[in-house]
């Protein structure tokens, strides 16, 4: 079965300091991964995806992802965190047998103190 | 990508009764999924509706309870019928991109409680 794992409920970074999400899947097939943002009250915000190619993917406001096939993993990263980051982040990998439905890690809380 | 407008943003219902939540895309889209995300936790994909056809539910969700409208590539409704209180959380609705491979575009959301 096709699965997203991220075993962190809550990261906590100071601010300036780099951060790492984790998360590591179980698909079939190819991965295609994704990192999505929700801030407080709002729906969620697309950041990154892999699909293929470089192992180190780009995404918006600094976010990059780490795309590593042995440890079957997809960590989120940013060299230096702003309090604005703090917002919770989601996992997701495209479902093989499906073309377009996503299945979601339960997601990590990101706090960023000053 | 895709901007996409919900309403309404955010309601209070009475048990028993209905609420209709409006999806509307700025662009044609292929898919549209419906999503219900308790507060602070993952999402939960309640159907997957395609323009033109009957929408696909997942386990655990019923036309007769969320029945879903699909007239156009543009817009979709999701009703909540008779409604109780475990019926109050989050709905999301999202739509998948032709050709931007896969990743999906959410709408703000509609919060829902139920008294």
């Known amino acids: 079965a096709q699965s997203v794992a991220q075993p962190e409920d809550q990261v906590n970074v100071a601010e300036g300091n780099p951060l790492t999400v984790k998360c590591t899947y179980s698909?079939?097939?190819?991965?295609?991964l994704f990192w999505y943002v929700q801030y407080p009250n709002r729906g969620l915000q697309f950041l990154l995806k892999y699909i293929t190619g470089d192992n180190l993917v780009k995404g918006s406001y600094g976010f990059e992802a780490e795309f590593n096939k042995s440890q079957t993993s997809f960590h989120l990263k940013k060299p230096s965190a702003l309090v604005s980051d703090s917002a919770l982040y989601f996992c997701a990998v495209r479902d093989g047998d499906s073309n377009y439905q996503l299945i979601w890690g339960a997601g990590t809380k990101l706090i960023i103190k000053p | 990508s895709a901007v996409i407008s919900q309403k309404p943003s955010r309601d209070i219902c009475q048990r028993g009764t209905s609420l209709t939540i409006q999806c509307q895309v700025d662009?044609?889209?292929?898919?549209m999924f419906w999503y219900r995300q308790q507060p602070g936790q993952s999402l939960t994909l309640i159907a997957t509706?395609?323009?033109?056809?009957?929408?696909?539910?997942e386990s655990g969700f019923v036309i007769d309870k969320f029945p879903i409208s699909r007239p156009n590539l543009t817009f979709s409704t999701l009703t909540v019928s008779n409604m109780s209180p475990e019926d109050s959380s989050i709905y999301l609705c999202?739509?998948?991109?032709?050709?931007?491979?896969?990743?999906?575009?959410f709408g703000p959301g509609t919060r829902l409680t139920v008294t």
């Open positions: 662009s044609q889209v292929t898919m």
């Open positions: 698909v079939s097939g190819n991965p295609y």
């Open positions: 509706a395609n323009q033109g056809s009957e929408a696909t539910y």
């Open positions: 999202s739509v998948a991109v032709q050709g931007r491979t896969y990743e999906q575009y």
